[in-house]
């Protein structure tokens, strides 16, 4: 048996975060963390790194960066856990005592139980081993031909990349569109025809009902009788959050994950989580919310690290900022779309601007399309979205997050002061939040 003071469940950036933050604290905490996977992988950029064009070495999260931060690594997965006696137990028979525990146990893909499921051919788009298995069948294709199973962020990504890698690819959405979830109709509509006039099959409103072998390829049968013959099929259809150990525990979960309070702790003494694996609060209304993104994982567990070192830090929420690329275009949010805000039950007031990204007279200008929420009668912004061509719409989204977290008003973002500049900006009298916010009636 082995005495530790943090033992820590998870090889994601959750666990790596709250290793790296005690490490810089120079803390004589004896830190283990348990993972059970032999590498990890850069799992935003999987999708990236279908094409080939780089080793598969430079997707994988090296385990020095655990090893070299002070803490100790076991590979192997923890299959018991005892609150009461503070034990942990892995599938190999060793046992460890801890002083405080941090369950980041993260997320697996969700694979609908649909007959074929399971065949060679049906790929998701999560671990290292995802990752060499797409990149394998997108090299031997013989049809060039691929369905991606959902239309969210990564499916979205993961079609783009084979569309530029020369493949017809479809995406399946179960909705009556693609990015539903997490952009607004404003956007879906020009990204859907961004897709479209990309050679990108849209099938939307349906539902995928199996997988067929045949032969070398797959045969995708969708609910309104369509059969559509590919070399391999790609899942993309969310996360199921990886909260069984949690649970057997005797520690509380609920659809959202596992519960913690405002200082991130569970429903057990000196138990912590963070990441895919914890239950999550939207930061704008203190409602539960979905929220599994990398940033977040980060976000939570420096507020773990802090109070496993004897802080009173409490966590605000999640602003779930997020960024996207379609083609040359991008495209994110930050707080509640429009349609979010109304269903939890707030009255909104919209307002939605179109700026150039340059002077007039530059050559290349091309427009921002943005769009701001707030609540009517506060003015209380409570999410935004932004569209533009390139990477910049990371900053855009970047800073509607500060602004929700500063709880800034629609009369503060109408006095806010900004840069200008010919080739990096639009004129000075044309700023895509100012006229976002005074086309807000509030």
């Known amino acids: 048996m082995k005495d530790i003071d943090v033992a820590i469940i998870g090889g994601g950036p959750a666990g790596r975060v709250i290793v790296h933050a005690l490490h810089a604290a120079r803390d004589s905490l004896n830190v283990t963390l348990f993972k059970d996977e032999e590498l990890n992988v850069n799992r935003c950029a ?53 002083r405080q525990l941090v369950l980041a146990t993260g997320a697996r893909p969700l694979e609908p139980p649909l007959p074929g499921v399971d ?29 991606v199973v959902g239309g969210g962020y990564i499916g979205v990504e993961v079609a783009v990349v084979l569309r530029e890698m020369g493949f017809a690819v479809a995406i399946v959405e179960m909705l009556p569109t693609v990015l539903t979830q997490t952009t607004e109709p404003e956007f879906i509509a020009a990204l859907s025809t961004l897709l479209a006039d990309g050679g990108i099959e849209l099938r939307c409103g349906t539902a ?27 899942l993309a259809v969310g996360v199921r959050k990886n909260t ?14 596992i519960e913690t309070d405002e200082y991130l702790r569970t429903s057990e003494p000196d138990i912590y989580a963070s990441g895919d694996c914890a239950a999550k609060k939207s930061l704008v209304t203190g ?9 977040n994982a980060v976000f939570m567990s420096k507020v773990v690290a802090a109070n496993i070192l004897g802080g ?4 605000p929420g999640v602003a779930n900022a997020s960024v996207t690329k379609i083609f040359d275009w991008g495209v994110g949010a930050a707080g509640l779309t ?13 307002g939605i601007s179109s700026v150039l990204d340059k002077y007039p007279m530059i050559d290349g200008v091309d427009k921002i399309s943005t769009k701001l929420v707030f609540e009517r009668g506060s003015g209380r912004l409570l999410g935004g979205s932004v569209m533009r061509r390139g990477a910049a719409v990371a900053g855009d989204v970047d800073f509607i997050s500060m602004a ?19 080739e990096l900006a639009a004129k000075p009298s044309d700023n895509r939040f100012v006229f976002a916010a005074k086309a807000a009636d509030v």
């Open 46 to 98: 999987v999708p990236f790194g279908i094409d080939g064009n780089k080793p598969l070495q430079k997707y994988q999260i090296p385990n020095s960066l655990v090893t070299d931060y002070g803490a100790d690594l076991v590979i192997g997965r923890i299959e018991k856990l005892d609150p009461a006696e503070h034990l942990l137990e892995t599938a190999a028979g060793q046992s460890f005592r801890y």
């Open 119 to 147: 065949l060679p051919g049906v790929v998701p788009v999560r671990s290292l081993a995802d990752l060499d298995e797409l990149r394998r069948r997108a090299r031997d294709a013989a049809l060039k031909r691929a369905v």
């Open 208 to 234: 995928v009902q199996s997988f067929a072998a045949a032969g070398d390829a797959l045969t995708v049968a969708l609910d309104d009788g369509a059969n559509l013959d590919c070399d391999f099929a790609v």
């Open 244 to 257: 069984e150990l949690a649970t057997a525990a005797g520690i509380v979960t609920n659809r959202y994950g």
């Open 287 to 295: 409602q539960d919310t979905l929220g599994e993104f990398g940033t």
């Open 312 to 315: 009173h830090r409490t966590f």
């Open 338 to 350: 429009e349609r979010m805000a109304r269903e939890a039950g707030l009255d909104v007031a919209t």
């Open 404 to 422: 929700l977290q500063m709880k800034v008003t629609r009369d503060d973002l109408l006095i806010h002061q900004y840069a200008t500049h010919p």
